[in-house]
């Protein structure tokens, strides 16, 4: 834009120049915008479904290793997850049970509480 540029309505030539053009932008609804000399990123603003819930999930990752790091457990030690939430997040656990397993070491992940026979068992 900064040399104008050449269009032609029917068969007549125009030339603009940069002075005689005025760009605005408009960024969409649901969208910010964030620029610098070289790069302009548009980031979809939207929470879908999905991605509350991936980050319910991400979420429950990150108290369970608050909890381990709290009880001072070794990095490998294995551990077994009981949890009670409200309905929204234990979707959320249910849908990303692997990965909440992964990340946190994890062998199972149970709604309820885990039976005290269950942790004697386990040692």
Same mark, same amino acid.
């Given at each position: 834009?900064?040399?104008?540029?050449?269009?032609?309505?029917?068969?007549?030539?125009?030339?603009?120049?940069?002075?005689?053009?005025?760009?605005?932008?408009?960024?969409?609804? &649901?969208?910010?915008?964030?620029?610098?000399?070289?790069?302009?990123?548009?980031?979809?603003?939207?929470?879908?479904?999905?991605?509350?819930?991936?980050?319910?999930?991400?979420?429950?990752?990150?108290?369970?290793?608050?909890?381990?790091?709290?009880?001072?457990?070794?990095?490998?030690?294995?551990?077994?997850?009981?949890?009670?939430?409200?309905?929204?997040?234990?979707?959320?656990?249910?849908?990303?049970?692997?990965?909440?397993?992964?990340?946190?070491?994890?062998?199972?992940?149970?709604?309820?509480?885990?039976?005290?026979?269950?942790?004697?068992?386990? &040692?």
């Amino acid at each position: 834009m900064d040399s104008g540029i050449e269009l032609e309505i029917g068969q007549t030539p125009i030339s603009l120049s940069k002075e005689d053009l005025k760009v605005s932008e408009k960024v969409k609804s &649901g969208f910010v915008k964030s620029d610098d000399s070289s790069l302009v990123v548009f980031l979809d603003t939207e929470i879908t479904a999905e991605l509350r819930k991936e980050s319910l999930a991400r979420e429950v990752v990150r108290r369970i290793q608050v909890m381990r790091k709290e009880l001072d457990l070794p990095y490998a030690a294995k551990i077994r997850v009981a949890y009670s939430s409200p309905s929204e997040v234990s979707q959320a656990i249910r849908t990303f049970d692997s990965y909440l397993k992964d990340e946190t070491l994890a062998t199972s992940i149970v709604k309820g509480d885990l039976k005290k026979r269950d942790c004697e068992k386990s &040692g």
